[in-house]
């Protein structure tokens, strides 16, 4: 189960820090991201982060936008700076297991992040 916190409504040029606690995988078998989507549109990357801190970000948040993770709390961070109305989307967290066993991969319920111009 993936629980997200955290999104909220911000004026552009904003920060946010999204939060999401994993309960009942084994945590560092997962790389953990972040996805956002916008109505009518396809979910699509923000950020993702593997159990050893290896990072990727989409091109539109890169340098904006950190992913982070704690092993020890089973948690995954992505700290969103310099928003843009264009940032605005539900953002779901995302755990895609690359070792061992259990489920392929868990959604989080989403959070609202709008950024006002």
């Known amino acids: 189960q993936l629980q997200a916190s955290g999104g909220g409504l911000v004026q552009a040029g904003g920060s946010l820090r999204l939060s999401c606690a994993a309960s009942?995988?084994?945590?560092?078998?997962?790389?953990m991201g972040w996805y956002r989507q916008v109505p009518g549109e396809e979910r699509e990357l923000v950020a993702r982060i593997i159990s050893g801190g290896s990072t990727n970000y989409a091109d539109s948040v890169k340098g904006r936008f950190t992913v982070s993770r704690d092993n020890s709390k089973n948690t995954v961070n992505l700290q969103m700076s310099s928003l843009k109305p264009e940032d605005t989307a539900v953002y779901y967290c995302n755990a895609y297991r690359i070792l061992g066993t259990g489920p392929r991969e868990v959604w989080g319920q989403g959070t609202q992040v709008t950024v006002s111009s």
């Open positions: 009942g995988i084994i945590f560092s078998m997962y790389m």
